[in-house]
């Protein structure tokens, strides 16, 4: 998979330190969407704090700015957030996907509670550019620097072509899988066939309310089936919430895209798991792929 090709999707960074540097970003990309013609109202997706700036500033004009929180848009895991995306501009979004977006993490919650969260979002931000390449959507990504920290944001600019370290997201989200998934403990459960009930048995044991163990059961069973054929028996460990299952495919997935594409309705697969779990990596080999679910 290549990206050298020029797409319709204009993916942008913005980095600012102060609420000056915030509306100095935000106010002329907003002034872009209302005078794009033919587009429906900018959206203006940021910390409820910044969006009061925004409102202040705008004046009259902020009427015709669509302002969400934040902490409303961004209620999950980095796969949400694409399939947040996805459903709001098939809803709003003007022919072909026109629409300016104004998008700020909340790198102060979840998207920067540790490193591996932070990984996640990276690799989001990363796979935005193939997963919306068709869409002509304007989107001006937000970085405060008072609450995503240098590491995060030069990880970032490596995701946006805009910047001058941007890098092709096939390449980058093979470097974020480089560093191996840590050994399974010695009493991991072995499961020869990882079907729903059985999942479900044993994570309602390991405490799992039994409408999470339900659907943590059905992410095991959707991703053995887009796995099919299994290598070796299916591995179970961890306590409530974090309860761990580990699948063996006797093929590669060879897609840095599995999983972030909503899939045919009576397949779910992978979709499924990253939609349900709080984290699905996913590591091909020379021998096939080993994919790991962890629910929360």
């Known amino acids: 998979m290549t990206t050298g090709q020029r797409t319709a999707f204009d993916h942008r960074m913005a980095?600012?330190?102060?609420?000056?540097?915030?509306?100095?970003a935000a106010l002329p990309f907003l002034g872009e969407g209302l005078a794009a013609p033919g587009e429906p109202p900018p959206v203006a997706i940021a910390d409820p704090r910044n969006l009061d700036l925004l409102r202040d500033a705008l004046g009259a004009d902020a009427k015709d700015v669509t302002c969400i929180a934040h902490t409303d848009w961004y209620t999950g895991s980095a796969a949400n957030a694409v399939a947040q995306a996805a459903s709001y501009l098939t809803a709003h979004a003007g022919p072909g996907g026109r629409i300016h977006l104004l998008m700020e993490p909340v790198w102060s919650g979840r998207a920067g509670r540790s490193a591996r969260e932070t990984t996640e979002w990276i690799r989001y931000e990363a796979l935005a550019n193939l997963l919306f390449a068709p869409m002509a959507t304007t989107a001006l990504c937000a970085y405060d620097t008072r609450t995503a920290g240098p590491a995060v944001v030069a990880a970032a600019r490596r995701a946006h072509p805009d910047t001058d370290v941007y890098q092709d997201p096939v390449r980058l989200t093979a470097e974020l899988d480089v560093v191996p998934l840590p050994l399974p403990p010695d009493g991991a459960h072995p499961m020869a066939e990882p079907h729903a009930a059985a999942v479900r048995a044993w994570a309602e044991a390991r405490g799992l309310p039994a409408a999470d163990a339900e659907l943590f059961a059905t992410a095991v069973a959707e991703t053995a089936a887009a796995l099919a054929p299994l290598d070796g028996d299916t591995l179970l460990w961890g306590e409530a919430p974090a309860c761990v299952c580990e699948l063996r495919s006797a093929h590669r997935l060879d897609d840095p895209l599995a999983g972030f594409v909503p899939p045919p309705?009576?397949?779910?697969?992978?979709?499924?798991?990253?939609?349900?779990?709080?984290?699905?990596?996913?590591?091909?080999?020379t021998a096939g792929a080993t994919v790991r679910l962890q629910y929360a």
């Open 265 to 285: 309705v009576d397949s779910p697969g992978l979709w499924y798991a990253r939609q349900v779990c709080a984290y699905v990596d996913v590591r091909d080999d």
């Open 15 to 24: 980095v600012f330190g102060t609420d000056d540097g915030f509306l100095a």
